[in-house]
């Protein structure tokens, strides 16, 4: 029920416990976006975070790449939105660096602090590079005016090409599992300062083309787990052993990174190549998701390659239990696993939800539209009046902008909002026969329109004539558009192409309006003659198809 801005968007959907979807929010990117990671608050703020190239109004740009003009603004820039519990925006922050950079990792510190782990191409502001891709991390906070303060910026890599693989926070520091010259990398820093300052590193080991599944804190432990064809990871005691290629392996450590003989590395694969894609902890049990495509321990393979969920207990490398299923053409790919704490109850048997129903959704147009405030377009009431701006507001609803639509067409037209399938739209005509009303779309990736699901163009009432056809109902002349795209340009082949469909298409109006205007000016004995004669055309009328073809023939020219 939402349509999107740009050609790509950042889409996010709430479900309940039995599978029902309460609500689908879009960013509103005017050009292109796309979420890397997804993370949720203890009070229920919902943090998403990726990467957008072009405008995204509201938000904060922090480098020269604006994402709307000059040489880098083709490049991608790293985001952060928060969403309260309603899915309702409350912050969007956008940082960039000159070149290609995207946030992959967050995660939320007790105090609503959000912290951001992404990498960059490029200098992000108020940091350094020192290699090719380099990691980096943020934090974001609100101050008591609600004004979204950054904490910091700071990179963390090699001079070589370095991604994060997970981000977790402990009390007042923050974990970020990197990977480095091909090894998987432990950061601890202290967030408490003005600063963070690391504290302690761990290298883990060379993954040998594996990578990082993910971090989490179990107790007064740390947790990383991912792939490696390494069966020899130097960072504790090996409780389950390597089998053959890609494994995936889990290594839990003392949290403050330090070497100890508690700490243990516990392998999960089979006879083919295995991956470890997701981890979590709950309970203080370890749980993994990833695929396989032959055997695994107590699994045999079900299709081609199959997905797995499992939970490990990694001091002893013993399996508790584990699952295997397969998907569409014999292909499962899992990329993330959740853990109900309350497990799972008769109420999942019956396809109900737990704990409390929402049976309200928000009303505010940039939660249930891809409108962000600041998205503007124009109207007249009449087609020699003045126009007048609408600009959609923060908090706006559909209510609010119907009675701002009213006032600005001079009360000359009935704006309502109708619900269709649970889906609210509006809905505008004029007030009387009379009343010609004009819309005007806003600039370039800020329209309104086309959120709202409203054309662009002059609004009349019609009624119907014989055959079918709509004529204006206040009984004036018909109003021809020729609907030319304003923004067409002649710089590359596939441009050229689209003007000349435009053409085309507004040709085919100025063929229809003038077959209108003959059939107007021919007297209707005239019209009836014609219908019923038989036998040789006359002169004068062969004449005068010749005059029209003529005519066809150099407005086609």
């Known amino acids: 029920g939402e349509a999107i801005k740009g050609t790509q968007d950042v889409a996010l959907q709430k479900y309940d416990s039995a599978g029902k979807l309460v609500y689908s929010r879009t960013l509103g990117a005017a050009s292109e976006a796309s979420g890397l990671a997804l993370a949720v608050s203890a009070d229920g703020q919902i943090a998403v975070a990726g990467k957008v190239t072009g405008r995204l109004g509201g938000s904060t740009d922090g480098a020269l790449n604006s994402g709307e003009t000059g040489q880098y603004a083709a490049n991608s820039d790293s985001f952060v939105t928060v969403f309260n519990e309603a899915g309702e925006e409350s912050w969007t922050q956008r940082r960039g660096a000159r070149l290609d950079d995207e946030a992959t990792n967050l995660a939320f510190g007790a105090d609503g602090s959000v912290y951001v782990a992404g990498r960059s191409k490029s200098a992000m502001p108020g940091a350094t590079v020192v290699g090719d891709w380099d990691s980096y991390i943020e934090g974001f906070k609100r101050d008591v005016s609600g004004t979204v303060q950054t904490l910091f910026t700071q990179s963390v890599g090699t001079t070589g090409s370095d991604r994060p693989g997970g981000l977790v926070v402990d009390g007042t520091s923050i974990i970020l599992a990197n990977k480095e010259n091909g090894h998987a990398v432990l950061h601890r820093f202290d967030v408490s300062g003005a600063s963070p300052v690391e504290t302690s590193t761990h290298d883990v080991g060379d993954l040998q083309g594996g990578d990082i599944a993910g971090v989490a804190i179990n107790g007064s432990k740390v947790v990383v787990a991912g792939t490696t064809r390494n069966g020899a990871l130097d960072s504790g005691r090996i409780s389950s052993a390597a089998t053959a290629g890609f494994d995936g392996f889990v290594v839990q450590l003392e949290a403050d990174l330090s070497s100890s003989t508690g700490n243990n590395v516990a392998y999960f694969g089979g006879s083919g190549d295995d991956k470890i894609t997701a981890l979590t902890v709950s309970g203080g049990k370890v749980f993994i998701a990833g695929q396989s495509g032959t055997d695994l321990p107590g699994l045999a393979a079900i299709g081609v390659t199959d997905g797995f969920i499992a939970s490990l207990d990694v001091p002893t490398g013993v399996v508790d239990w584990s699952r295997r299923f397969t998907g569409k053409d014999r292909y499962a790919t899992p990329t993330a696993i959740a853990v109900d704490p309350g497990g799972a109850s008769a109420l999942d048997r019956l396809g109900l939800p737990k704990g409390q129903m929402q049976m309200t959704g928000s009303l505010q147009l940039s939660a249930v539209t891809a409108l962000r405030p600041g998205d503007r377009f124009e109207m007249r009431s009449g087609l020699s009046a003045t126009k007048k701006a609408v600009i959609i507001e923060s ?163």
């Open 395 to 557: 908090g706006e609803t559909f209510e609010t902008l119907a009675v701002k639509l009213r006032r600005a067409l001079n009360f000359q037209a009935e704006v309502k909002i109708v619900t269709k399938d649970g889906v609210q739209t509006l809905q505008i005509k004029p007030a009387t026969a009379r009343n010609t009303l004009e819309f005007f779309a806003g600039p370039e990736g800020k329209d309104a329109l086309k959120g709202l699901g409203l054309p662009e163009g002059v609004v009349r009432n019609t009624v119907t004539a014989k055959g079918g056809k709509f004529l204006p109902a206040d009984g004036k002349g018909q109003i021809y558009g020729l609907k030319f795209d304003g923004k067409m340009t002649l710089d590359d082949a596939s441009s050229i192409s689209h003007v000349a469909a435009e053409l085309a298409s507004a040709m085919g109006v100025v063929r229809q309006a003038y077959k209108d205007l003959r059939e107007a000016a021919t007297p209707e004995s005239i019209r009836n003659a014609a219908a019923a004669a038989n036998g040789p055309v006359p002169a004068y009328l062969t004449n005068q198809i010749a005059n029209y073809q003529d005519a066809l023939r150099r407005l086609g020219g």
